[in-house]
Structures are given as structure tokens and as C-alpha cells.
């Protein structure tokens, strides 16, 4: 069975500042999908990111960006020029393929942002 | 939110009562699936579904029944709540975006067992 790690319960970030939230993955499958969900106060969860284990390429939305170590099995989360609304739950999360399969979670990171 | 209501959004209810809520989408989305949200366990797969009748269990299923009968309805029954059942519960749909499968989430249902 898959597991996901977020080694990290809580991080603060200064607002404008970069932060980056660790995420670790086990998995015997070459192929799956990786995702960062945030959950902010009104508690809906809203996705972040993708990245699928076949391309090499670093996932980026705008000011979010992941560092995708498959050998090493880690998927971080960048979050640059942080501003107040990126506080929040943030949640790693993994999907094997073919697509429909359920996501495992890891157990959250709470980053908080200091103005 | 891809189109997917949860009700009730709130419910606070007794040991030993029978409960349950409901997943609503509009989009006629094939795959659904309850979670249970904890602190200090992120969400765990209670039960999904994968059609009309068609369900399976997920990694914390005891306690749990799940009905899909159409297409849009989704569900989650505890037959005699317990304590360990308060949590937060949201259901999710799988959705094309482009090519690629994404899941989306409901606004959950915040349930406490007294």
C-alpha cells in the first residue's frame, strides 16, 4: 500500500517571503500522480497542483511550483511571494494510475503567514 | 466546485442514532467517493463508487454502509454513530480536466456523535 509523509505539522512563512512544505511518498508503482491540496478556514478543499510520475518536468501555477524527486520518492511545495490567503492546511496527496483510483493523504501541513 | 452539494453541512446527533448524508452532484460524474477528515490523519477513504450500485470499501470503512442508486447520489449511512464517527466528511467526484483526471471536493459535513 501507498503511504504519504508531511514531516512537517505546522510552518510560518513572512508574507512576501518563500516557504516550502516537504511531502514523502512510498510506493512500488512507476507510474501515479502526485497533488498538493489547500484547505483554508472555510474548511473546502482546493486544488493546488499535479504532477504525473512520467514527466521529469517541475509542475508550476503561478506562484506555486513543486521540486518532484521520483528516485528519491519526494514531491515539495514552493510557494513564493506568500501572501495572507495562502494560510492554510495543505495536503499531499497521492493517486495511482489508471485515473478514478482514490487519493491517499499525508496529514497535513499547517503553514501560517505572518504579515 | 464541480457541483457537488453535501447535506447536511452540520449535524449533531446521539450515540446508537442511525445517520445519514448525503453527496449530491450535477454533472453525472461516474466515480464518487466519502472521506473522513482528523486531526493528525489528513482524509482517509471511508467508501467509493465507481457507478450506479457499484461500491467498495476504502481504508476505514467499519461502521460505514454506502448506497448509490442513481447516478447522482451518493450515500454515507452510519447505522449506530459512535463517538469515533465525529469528523469532518467530505465526498469527492473524479472529473476530466483536459486530459487528465482530477478529483474535487465537497464542502464537507461536520458531524459530532454525543
Known amino acids: 500500500a501507498q503511504t504519504v509523509t508531511q514531516s512537517q505539522p505546522e510552518m510560518s512563512v513572512q508574507e512576501a517571503e518563500t516557504v516550502t512544505l516537504s511531502c514523502t511518498y512510498d510506493t512500488s508503482e512507476s507510474d501515479y500522480y502526485l497533488f498538493w491540496y489547500k484547505q483554508p478556514p472555510s474548511r473546502q478543499m482546493i486544488l493546488v497542483i499535479r504532477q504525473e510520475a512520467y514527466k521529469q518536468q517541475n509542475a508550476t501555477e503561478n506562484r506555486f511550483s513543486v521540486n518532484f524527486q521520483k528516485a528519491a520518492k519526494s514531491f515539495s511545495l514552493k510557494i513564493s511571494d506568500s501572501q495572507l490567503g495562502d494560510a492554510a492546511m495543505y495536503f499531499c496527496?497521492?493517486?495511482?494510475?489508471?485515473?478514478?483510483?482514490?487519493?491517499?493523504f499525508g496529514k497535513g501541513t499547517r503553514l501560517s503567514v505572518i504579515a | 466546485d464541480a457541483g457537488i452539494t453535501q447535506s447536511p453541512r452540520h449535524k449533531v446527533t446521539e450515540t446508537g442514532t442511525p445517520v445519514t448524508l448525503r453527496c449530491h452532484q450535477t454533472?453525472?460524474?461516474?466515480?464518487m467517493y466519502w472521506y473522513r477528515q482528523d486531526p493528525g490523519h489528513g482524509l482517509r477513504l471511508i467508501h467509493y463508487s465507481y457507478g450506479v450500485k457499484d461500491t467498495d470499501k476504502g481504508e476505514v470503512s467499519d461502521g460505514y454502509s454506502v448506497s448509490r442508486s442513481k447516478t447522482e447520489d451518493f450515500l454515507l449511512t452510519l447505522e449506530s454513530a459512535t463517538s469515533s464517527q465525529t469528523s469532518v466528511y467530505f465526498c469527492?467526484?473524479?472529473?476530466?480536466?483536459?486530459?487528465?483526471?482530477?478529483?474535487?471536493f465537497g464542502p464537507g459535513t461536520r458531524l459530532t456523535v454525543l
Open positions: 496527496a497521492y493517486r495511482s494510475v489508471p485515473g478514478n483510483t482514490p487519493l491517499v
Open positions: 469527492a467526484i473524479s472529473a476530466v480536466q483536459g486530459a487528465q483526471d482530477t478529483q474535487y
Open positions: 454533472e453525472n460524474h461516474r466515480y
